[in-house]
């Protein structure tokens, strides 16, 4: 039986590797579910997958590799997505993220989104998605932000990926050069030599 499992900073390929007998590809973007469909699979997982700076993986594509025969699971980040809203269709979701999704706890593409580097230095991720730092939140009933106390019963800020944001990030702006400047005299600055956006 051969597996072939699309992940990428939920599952990244030092993690991966101890797992034999599956087929490991980079996260998922469009076309990549029929083209990994037509080598007849028993089995395929989506965990991560690209979008904004590439076509996102369709539903239909997923429907049609169900219909081939082909088990499709989906869980942790885009594949956790996927998989609630093709659940009625077949497709099996799999962890706490799918549940949410399920409930309607969480509802947007976004709630999942990291951004990070490329395979190349182990999709070193650069943010956190929103999911969980609403679990955090969760396990945190009184946090302080700014310097009041917010209680547990009131909705937690918005933290997931924005694309009205999407902005900051044009080459050349004045906002792009002053966080620039700003991140180049961080501690923390490390030079990537490119930016993806994965859910």
């Known amino acids: 039986m051969r597996a072939v499992i699309f992940a990428g900073p939920s599952l990244p390929p030092s993690v991966a590797a101890g797992f034999a007998g599956i087929e490991w590809r980079p996260p998922v973007r469009q076309g990549d579910i029929y083209l990994a469909a037509l ?11 690209y979008f904004e700076i590439v076509p996102t993986v369709w539903h239909k594509e997923i429907l ?5 025969g082909i088990h ?22 799999i962890g706490q993220v ?12 976004d709630e999942v989104a990291v951004l990070h580097g490329p395979e190349e230095v182990g999709y070193v991720q650069v943010t956190i998605p929103a999911s ?22 009131e909705p937690p800020p ?42």
């Open 158 to 199: 918005r933290m997931g990926l924005r694309r009205r944001r999407l902005h900051v990030l044009r080459p050349g702006s004045r906002k792009d050069r002053s966080i620039k400047s700003a991140s180049m005299r961080s501690p923390c600055f490390r030079p990537s030599p490119r930016i993806l956006i994965a859910a």
């Open 98 to 109: 799918y549940e949410q999704y399920r409930a309607g706890r969480l509802t947007d593409d």
């Open 64 to 68: 049609w590799a169900m219909d081939q």
């Open 39 to 49: 080598s007849s699979p028993a089995i395929i997982g989506i965990i991560d997958g």
């Open 132 to 153: 969980l730092a609403l679990w955090f939140e969760s396990r945190n009933p009184i946090s302080t932000r700014i310097g009041r106390t917010r209680r547990s019963s």
């Open 72 to 93: 499709v699971y989906g869980g942790a980040s885009i594949g956790a997505l996927r998989a609630a809203e093709l659940a009625d269709f077949g497709m099996t979701g």
